[in-house]
């Protein structure tokens, strides 16, 4: 007797999009970490360059964030992704061809982080306000729950071959699985069938400041869409702190080799999955504000391990096992909840804008932390700046703790999904 299908497993469209996003994250984490190492050892970058590096995209996307959410509202969604899928996957593509030309340089990978950020926030944007559209309201969570599980497994995938993939081939030639995987993304949305709402009639538009500004005060009106906009900065801001001189604390402090280091962030995909699976009995069972409190202050807690770590040794390794197997699927429980709370409670005619406004408070903290690791890291040391990062994910929990987020049991997502047996 076949198994019968249940929830999102019989909603096509909704695979067509889980599949197309799980290729996609694989070859995007593959080249989150190939970029940095092309800069790193074939371009021989300073961890204040590297820094500038992290930091050119967030600028694109501060630039262009705001415009997107007011974009996102007015049009259909999905062309948008496969639009920026498309313009993603030329941009990488020349990475490694102008490395094959001897032409590589770092400006050239500022030029194309600049304009993968300005793509990435309109498909962004467009992703997270599409999603509602394609579930019903009580499968958000589900929905949230198969994407980030899938992103797991694809985290183990790529990040245990990404390492390799630079070793053996080189930085630059490992990006173009990054380029490959838009495409697959580009085809697998272009192929969902489900009918979107037709574009806001010209007579009923605002001007993009006013609408901007209808997405803002939704926000700064809210005390939870405000408080939990104001930790998912902080928290952004410690993780590209602590990334800033991740790399090179690991690599030049250390001394581990790429490969090693791609293994060890495997671990955080499978902590991630473990975490993505558990993310709904988490809120259930605790509570939706204390399982995102829980969440994030492991996070911090579990980020400590990777400054304990003083050399290549086992002990170091395990160390760094230890903030992957911890940090990664707590972190998850967060993420999933705080994503699946916004979108149930923001209207869907401001759902962009809501989603641009959060994201680009997002990226401004991003760029800063990504700045002052920068820098914190040639003042202070390696060291020192990922302890200090440690601290900020710490506060991010707190902030949660004194806002109405830490009393919420249960999220209008969770309400209205059908009872578990």
Not at 3 to 23: K, M, Y
Not at 255 to 264: R, Y
Not at 339 to 367: D, K, W, Y
Request: hydrophobic share 55%; proline share 5%; aromatic share 10%.
């Amino acid at each position: 007797m076949k198994p019968r299908l249940t929830g999102l497993w019989r909603n096509p469209d909704f695979l067509r999009l889980w599949a197309g996003e799980t290729i996609s994250v694989f070859g995007s984490l593959v080249g989150r970490t190939a970029l940095p190492f092309t800069a790193i050892l074939v371009l021989d970058a300073s961890p204040l360059q590297v820094a500038l590096l992290m930091a050119a995209d967030i600028v694109a996307g501060l630039l262009f964030g705001l415009l997107a959410g007011v974009w996102v509202d007015r049009l259909p969604r999905r062309p948008i992704m496969i639009a920026a899928d498309i313009g993603r996957a030329g941009l990488l593509a020349s990475i490694p061809a102008a490395y094959a030309l001897d032409a590589l340089s770092l400006e050239q990978l500022y030029v194309v982080a600049f304009f993968m950020g300005t793509l990435t926030i309109f498909f962004d944007v467009a992703y997270l306000s599409y999603l509602p559209s394609l579930v019903e309201r009580g499968e958000i969570l589900e929905g949230n729950s198969k994407m980030a599980a899938s992103w797991s497994v694809a985290e183990v995938g790529a990040f245990s071959s990404a390492g390799w993939l630079v070793q053996l081939l080189t930085a630059p030639v490992a990006v173009l699985v990054d380029a490959v995987s838009f495409l697959f993304s580009a085809l697998f949305v272009g192929a969902i069938r489900r009918p979107e709402r037709p574009p806001v009639p010209e007579a009923e538009r605002e001007g993009v400041r006013r609408e901007i500004a209808a997405g803002v005060r939704t926000i700064a009106h809210d005390p939870v869409l405000r408080a939990v906009a104001a930790s998912d900065m902080i928290a952004h801001f410690s993780f590209r702190m602590f990334g800033a001189v991740f790399l090179l604390y690991v690599t030049r402090g250390l001394g581990f080799e790429p490969g090693v280091l791609g293994l060890t962030f495997a671990v955080g995909g499978v902590s991630s999955l473990v975490g993505a699976l558990f993310a709904a009995r988490a809120a259930r069972r605790f509570g939706i504000g204390p399982a995102m409190v829980l969440g994030v202050l492991m996070m911090g807690g579990s980020m400590l391990f990777v400054p304990a770590a003083r050399d290549a040794s086992l002990l170091a390794l395990s160390f760094l096992v230890a903030q992957q197997a911890l940090g990664d699927g707590f972190y998850t429980i967060f993420d999933i909840n705080q994503v699946s709370l916004r979108q149930a409670i923001t209207p869907e005619a401001v759902l962009g804008r809501v989603n641009a406004g959060i994201h680009f408070g997002v990226l401004a903290a991003m760029l800063l932390g990504a700045l002052c690791g920068g820098a914190l890291g040639e003042v202070i040391g390696l060291r020192a700046t990922l302890a200090v990062a440690s601290g900020f994910m710490m506060i991010a929990g707190a902030w949660l703790m004194v806002s109405p987020v830490w009393a919420m049991r249960r999220s209008p997502a969770q309400a209205a999904a059908p009872a578990e047996a």
